[in-house]
Structure formats: structure tokens, C-alpha cells
């Protein structure tokens, strides 16, 4: 099938390259033209692991290629995704929807006889109807046929998420619109990937409600991680323990500092909106917001706490910054929150990062970066595990602790136990465990 993508953002660029892989010709069209040269010429613009490989065999295939032209991006198209950013609005939390509807806009003269408009990017329940709407009221002699597509792709796993999801969300109005993403996802069929299929608004919420029970799902295992501190007992053997009932299931039982990126913050946040404005308070989402923002803030410090009370002329050795191992993106890094309050109570800092530098630099002012964690350890008075990158998995800890000027680490990602911490002598802090053998 002949596919347009309309923004080659994190969500677009990915689907585009996959739906490529997947056989289909692809035209992904970007107002960016530095972006379009760029990946024109096969490199990409956002760090995410394996992408620039994928991209490069389906530009050689010639299957997918860039332009800025809208116009020659939907020629002779069997359907168009609409993949452009939905960020928070500042002031209201509100999802901002300029985007969306500038490219409903300039999708409307340029439609054909069964366009299929897909929408992938992330809107409140009622947007995709909107647009419908929009398009039926600039093109009423036009058959074209509107549906929902949300995406459910983790930043540093997107391309596996895209070629194997657990399921595909498709909202459609109608029988072709419906046959038409069947056979787009067809290659997925090889693994019996379900396609449920449903109507607009449903497919909307799905996505919302995913991604906000994933939030919550955290936010609870963080405070149970805080009532074993308080009162013993290991987090990491109780989302073990909850895990093995498979209706609550392991994944995202992880304790740690609070989550961030680009879309359970943004999401979390459109939902609590999209619940007031329709008379049904999101009660528990609002709480799961509020939590994990005091989360971030409740680790600075639990930082300060394993300094003995006071940072006022410490340093500091910060070892991850981004929001998630494998990715460069920074949007609403708990690294954010934390390390600004270190510096206001008087720590310098300096921060090891395999990606975090790019982002960082212009977020994270007045610290020192070095892309070696025995570097950023150099006369440190505690190192503190942000984000759990694999570099920081294996460290040798007898070298860590003999560059430090005090043996303390707190560990954010629980990477580390508490036995190989007191065989080499270092006060380590972890989450959700008691600290008794300090
Ligand atoms: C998320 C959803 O998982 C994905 O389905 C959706 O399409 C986009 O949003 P992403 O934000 O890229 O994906 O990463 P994810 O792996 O979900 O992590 C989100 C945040 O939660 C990160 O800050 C991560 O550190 C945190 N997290 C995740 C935990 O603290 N504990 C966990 O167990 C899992």
C-alpha cells in the first residue's frame, strides 16, 4: 500500500521506517527541512537504538523516502497517519491540538475518492471525531473514511514495540476503513498480533487509559517502596511476589525515583483535564500526578538525608540524567527536579551520561559533564544512580570507592544489592529497602 506519514517526530519517523520494513511505500512528509535532508540522507535526528539501521535498508529499497511537499506526500495515497506532536498545553495541562488541526487543514484540499485519514498522534477522546467533522465541513463531495491508531511504542524499544506489540488499537467508522489497517498490519498476522478493532472514541481511551494505569502502576510500587523503608521488608521481593498473580502481572513494578517522559506526564495530565471537563473526575490520576511530581523532589532529599543532613559544599557524582536508559530524551527527567535542588542546597555536581549531554547541556546548567562514571566519581562525596543505563550495571566498586572522598552511593534504579555494597565497605542507600546495616 502507498502510505504517507505526516510528522517524523519520535512517533512518526518510527512508524514510517516499520510500516516501510513492512513492505509498504512510505512518504513521510516534515516541515522541517533539515529533518527531511537528514533523513534523506539516512541519518536520524533522535537517539533511538537500531533505527538508523532500519531506516537506511528501506531507503536503499527506495520504500520510504522524505519531503516537505504535502501535496506529493498524499499523491495517489491509500492513507495518510497524522503522527504530529500533541504536547501539554502550558497553563491548562490541556493536550495542545494546534498541530493536529493545522494538518487537518492542509490534508482537506488535497484529498482523494477513500482516503483513509489515520490519526496516530495521542488526542482526548472526541478528537478524531472532530477532525472528521472538520474535513466532511472543507470537502463535503468527498468519500473519505477517519480512524484512530494510537501508538503504544517505549522510547529506546520502539521498534520492537512497533514489530511486536502485544496488540494493535484501531477505531474505524466503517468496514473499509477497517480492511484498509487490517492490511497495513497484515505482516503482523505472521505472529497472530491481535487488531482489535473498535470505534473512534474507544480507541482513544485505550490509549489514555493505558498509559495512565502503567503511571499508576509505578506510583504505587514507589510508595509501597516508601512504606518498606519505613517498616522493612524489600520492594523488590514484593513486586515480585505481586508480580507472580498474573491478574496484576510483573512489569512496571520497578521502584525508583518517579516517572518522566514524554507521554505518562503529558497523558496522565490530558486525562485528568479530559475527566473534569466531562463531569467525571479522574480522582486517582490526579493523585498519581501529584505523587510522583513530590516523588522527585522527596529524592534530592533522600540524597541530602545519606550526606548526613547537609550538601552545603559537597560534591556530587550523577550517573544517568535522561528518563529512561537508552534514549537522549530529557522531558521531565526526575534528573530535572533533583539536581537543581542538590545545587540549591550548596552541591556542585557532575553528571555521566551515554546520551544525556545532548539535551542536558542547555537543561542542566552549571554542572560538569564527563562520559566516564570512574571521572565523574573523582572527589565525590556521593554518587547517585539516576537512571539505569548498562553502564552503570557493572561497575567495579573497590575502584569506584577509591576516587571518592566518602564510600556513599545512592542507588535511584535499585541496579545494586546491599551485600556486595558492605563487602566493599560503601554506605549504600537503595529504594524500598531499610538502610539498617549503615
Ligand atoms: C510509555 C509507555 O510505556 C508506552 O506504551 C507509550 O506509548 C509511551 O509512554 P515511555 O515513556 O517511552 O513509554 O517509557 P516507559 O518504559 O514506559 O517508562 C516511562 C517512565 O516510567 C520512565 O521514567 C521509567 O523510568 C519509569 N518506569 C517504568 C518506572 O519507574 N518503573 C517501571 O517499572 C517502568
Redesign the pocket.
Known amino acids: 500500500m502507498k502510505i504517507t506519514i505526516i510528522g517524523a517526530g519520535y512517533v512518526g519517523l518510527v512508524s514510517g521506517v516499520c510500516f516501510a520494513d513492512f513492505g509498504h511505500d512510505v512518504v513521510c512528509v516534515e516541515k522541517d527541512l533539515s529533518k527531511v535532508e537528514m533523513l534523506s540522507r539516512g541519518e536520524v535526528p533522535i537517539y533511538e537504538p537500531g533505527l538508523d539501521v532500519l531506516l537506511n535498508e528501506n531507503l536503499d529499497s527506495g520504500r520510504i523516502k522524505f519531503t516537505q511537499n504535502l501535496s506529493e506526500g498524499l499523491d495517489c495515497s491509500d492513507a495518510v497517519f497524522i503522527a504530529v506532536g500533541t504536547p501539554t498545553r502550558h497553563g491548562d495541562g490541556h493536550a495542545d491540538l494546534t498541530y493536529v488541526y493545522q494538518t487537518a487543514e492542509e490534508i482537506a484540499p488535497l484529498m482523494q475518492d477513500n482516503l483513509v485519514v489515520i490519526i496516530k498522534s495521542?488526542v482526548p477522546v472526541g478528537t478524531n471525531r472532530k477532525v472528521a467533522d472538520l474535513l466532511k465541513q472543507r470537502r463535503p463531495e468527498i468519500k473519505f473514511h477517519s480512524a484512530s491508531n494510537p501508538?503504544?511504542?517505549?522510547?529506546?524499544?520502539?521498534i520492537e514495540?512497533f514489530m511486536r506489540p502485544d496488540r494493535v488499537i484501531i477505531g474505524v467508522e466503517d468496514q473499509f476503513a477497517e480492511d484498509v489497517l487490517r492490511g497495513i498490519y497484515r505482516p503482523l498476522n505472521l505472529r497472530e498480533t491481535p487488531i482489535f478493532a473498535t470505534d473512534l472514541e474507544t480507541a482513544e481511551i485505550i490509549?489514555y487509559a493505558?498509559?495512565a494505569f502503567?503511571?499508576t502502576?509505578?506510583t504505587f510500587?514507589?510508595q509501597i517502596a516508601d512504606l518498606c523503608e519505613k517498616v522493612g521488608g524489600d520492594v523488590q521481593q514484593v513486586a515480585k511476589g505481586m508480580g507472580m498473580d498474573g491478574r496484576i502481572g510483573a512489569?512496571?513494578?520497578?521502584?525508583?525515583?518517579?516517572?518522566?517522559?514524554?507521554?505518562?506526564p503529558k497523558?496522565t495530565t490530558a486525562l485528568a483535564r479530559s475527566g473534569r471537563e466531562a463531569g467525571a473526575v479522574q480522582s486517582i490520576v490526579e493523585t498519581v500526578i501529584s505523587v510522583n511530581e513530590a516523588r522527585k523532589a522527596s529524592m534530592a532529599d533522600k540524597i541530602i538525608a545519606a550526606c548526613g543532613g547537609s550538601v552545603e559544599g559537597k560534591h556530587i557524582a550523577v550517573l544517568g540524567v535522561t528518563?529512561?536508559p537508552n534514549?537522549d530524551?530529557m522531558r521531565?527527567?526526575?534528573s530535572l527536579i533533583i539536581i537543581p535542588h542538590l545545587q540549591k542546597a550548596g552541591a556542585s555536581i557532575t553528571v555521566c551520561d551515554p546520551q544525556g549531554e545532548k539535551e542536558g547541556g542547555a537543561l542542566l546548567p552549571d554542572v560538569k559533564w564527563v562520559i566516564d562514571p570512574y571521572d565523574a566519581a573523582k572527589g565525590a562525596d556521593a554518587v547517585a544512580i539516576i537512571?539505569e543505563w548498562n553502564a552503570f550495571r557493572g561497575l567495579d566498586l573497590e575502584r569506584l570507592k577509591s576516587k571518592m572522598s566518602a564510600p556513599i552511593i545512592i542507588d535511584l534504579r535499585n541496579i545494586y544489592n546491599i551485600e556486595e555494597m558492605v563487602d566493599a565497605g560503601i554506605q549504600y542507600y537503595s529504594i524500598g529497602k531499610r538502610n539498617d546495616h549503615i
Open positions: 495521542t501508538e503504544f511504542l517505549r522510547e529506546g524499544s520502539a514495540d490509549k493505558a498509559n502503567l503511571a502502576k509505578i510500587i514507589n512489569q512496571f513494578l520497578h521502584a525508583g525515583p518517579g516517572y518522566g517522559g514524554s507521554c505518562f497523558d528518563f529512561k534514549t530524551d521531565d527527567a526526575p537512571t
